[in-house]
T-cell receptor, first 113, second 114 residues
Framework: DQQVKQNSPSLSVQEGRISILNCDYTNSMFDYFLWYKKYPAEGPTFLISISSIKDKNEDGRFTVFLNKSAKHLSLHIVPSQPGDSAVYFC????????????FGTGTRLTIIP | DAGVIQSPRHEVTEMGQEVTLRCKPISGHDYLFWYRQTMMRGLELLIYFNNNVPIDDSGMPEDRFSAKMPNASFSTLKIQPSEPRDSAVYFCASRRRESNYGYTFGSGTRLTVV
């Protein structure tokens, strides 16, 4: 039972354009969401998060949008840069991040120069 | 801060052998997590500890897997006997309770069982 789903295993985007990565969840108890970025041979690193009391959180080129009614969140990267090529994992937690994280299967983003 | 340290980085073993993966969390972190990454399931939680006590081991696939945390600075994940389907990347992560930034992950151990 995959409670956090990333339905696109891969995505290719031209450098300078917007990258949009999507994530859906099924557990209505989730109230804190995070995105992690992973390079080959390294562990995932925290990128950005959002609490369910917000619908948008922005940090530089990265913005996360949350649609609670649709149980959907997305990560926007603009403009996309070659260094953004990585695997992106969506994660969710209950109790505002104080419970364990449940991860999706990841989306491999490739930025084309 | 050296981060979360995992060893070995790579492990190749024969089916039926015992495998032990090691993790040193960040000093002062209350929680330690073991995850396994596979193509089909992504990052799946195996077990986690709070203040060295196992809290949730529901993700441990079967009795062949066991994990211990004898003190705040060390944890092991053991597979005995190992099987080819155990081949994956195993990550250890730690966090402080007050942190809103999720976990800090180690670099992982790539396990190959032949």
């Amino acid at each position: 039972d995959q409670q956090v789903k990333q339905n696109s295993p891969s995505l290719s985007v031209q450098e300078g354009r917007i990258s949009i990565l999507n994530c859906d969840y099924t557990n209505s108890m989730f109230d804190y969401f995070l995105w992690y970025k992973k390079y080959p041979a390294e562990g995932p690193t925290f990128l950005i998060s959002i609490s369910s009391i917000k619908d948008k959180n922005e940090d530089g080129r990265f913005t996360v949008f949350l649609n609670k009614s649709a149980k959907h969140l997305s990560l926007h990267i603009v403009p996309s840069q070659p260094g953004d090529s990585a695997v992106y994992f969506c994660a969710a937690s209950a109790n505002f991040g104080n419970e364990k994280l449940t991860f999706g299967t990841g989306t491999r983003l490739t930025i084309i120069p | 801060d050296a981060g979360v340290i995992q060893s070995p980085r790579h492990e190749v073993t024969e089916m039926g052998q015992e495998v032990t993966l090691r993790c040193k969390p960040i000093s002062g972190h209350d929680y330690l997590f073991w995850y396994r990454q596979t193509m089909m399931r992504g990052l799946e939680l195996l077990i986690y500890f709070n203040n060295n006590v196992p809290i949730d081991d529901s993700g441990m696939p079967e009795d062949r897997f066991s994990a211990k945390m004898p003190n705040a600075s060390f944890s092991t994940l053991k597979i005995q006997p190992s099987e080819p389907r155990d081949s994956a990347v195993y990550f250890c992560a730690s966090r402080r309770r007050e942190s809103n930034y999720g976990y800090t992950f180690g670099s992982g151990t790539r396990l190959t069982v032949v």
